[in-house]
């Protein structure tokens, strides 16, 4: 029998569904995580099998394979995990039957399109900024649009100490535009627009790299293989 090699504890946490690897770092810096009793240091290997607390509590064993969901997430829904501190989380809002995290974010009142796994490998893969994965929303304004405001929302507009990069911008009707995105500030859309005096009444993401938005609002499905390959084969591309 092969004997398991030792891996990296962030990369099993992020492998068996626990959390990103991101997080597992946190954990680690933060002194949450025990190996057979003891805390380790950032980097530690464990061999598949070895006693795994967080919080002094057993971490959870994934025995299936991962999953993948398209959410259409309404307005209110807040993207995070911690549900002790919001009661409006997105976890809660799913309730699925098992140990899922969303991958990124929408705020609070946006809505539309987030996926939600248990494979903290590829949320890595999709929310890493040098792949430029892009991300189409359907943004209404608050007065007309002009053919000022869509150069300028399209060439780069100055927020958060920085100029956002090139974009595709369409007009859709007076008050609403597409955008296409392939980076990911915090509240991007909405500060663009309001470096340009406009105000976002209605945001919605309808599309993330090659999957559409198509199930109804507060509903949500699971990728099948066809969607989880390609997903993969596209992220595997861009390493």
Do not use: W
């Not at 990369?11 to 190996?35: F, H, M, T, V, W």
């Not at 997105?90 to 039957?97: A, E, G, K, L, T």
């Not at 470096?195 to 099948?224: C, S, T, W």
């Amino acid at each position: 029998m092969e004997k398991e090699q030792p891996v990296r504890i962030n990369k099993y946490l992020s492998q068996i569904g626990y959390c990103s690897r991101r997080k597992a770092d946190e954990l680690l810096n933060q002194g949450r995580i025990k190996i057979e009793g003891k805390v380790p240091e950032l980097g530690t290997k464990i061999i598949p099998g070895q006693e795994i607390l967080v919080d002094d509590k057993p971490i959870p064993q994934q025995e299936n394979k991962p999953v993948y969901i398209l959410l259409n997430k309404p307005k209110g829904i807040v993207c995070t995990t911690d549900t002790r501190v919001e009661k409006d989380n997105i976890i809660d809002f799913v309730n699925y039957h098992k140990r899922i995290f969303p991958i990124g974010r929408l705020d609070k009142m946006s809505e539309g399109l987030i996926l939600l796994t248990n494979d903290g490998d590829i949320v890595n893969q999709i929310l890493r900024a040098k792949h430029k994965n892009e991300k189409e929303y359907i943004v209404k304004v608050n007065q007309p649009i002009t053919d000022e405001f869509l150069h300028k929302m399209a060439d780069g507009v100055s927020i958060l100490d920085t100029v956002t990069l090139p974009c595709k911008v369409e007009k859709v009707d007076d008050y609403r535009f597409k955008i296409v995105l392939t980076q990911g500030l915090n509240r991007q859309i909405r500060r663009m627009c309001e470096a340009l005096d406009y105000k976002v009444y209605a945001l919605k993401r309808i599309r993330l790299m090659h999957l559409f938005l198509d199930v109804p609002q507060g509903e949500y499905r699971e990728l099948n293989d066809q969607e989880v390959l390609r997903l993969k084969s596209a992220l595997a591309k861009k390493n």
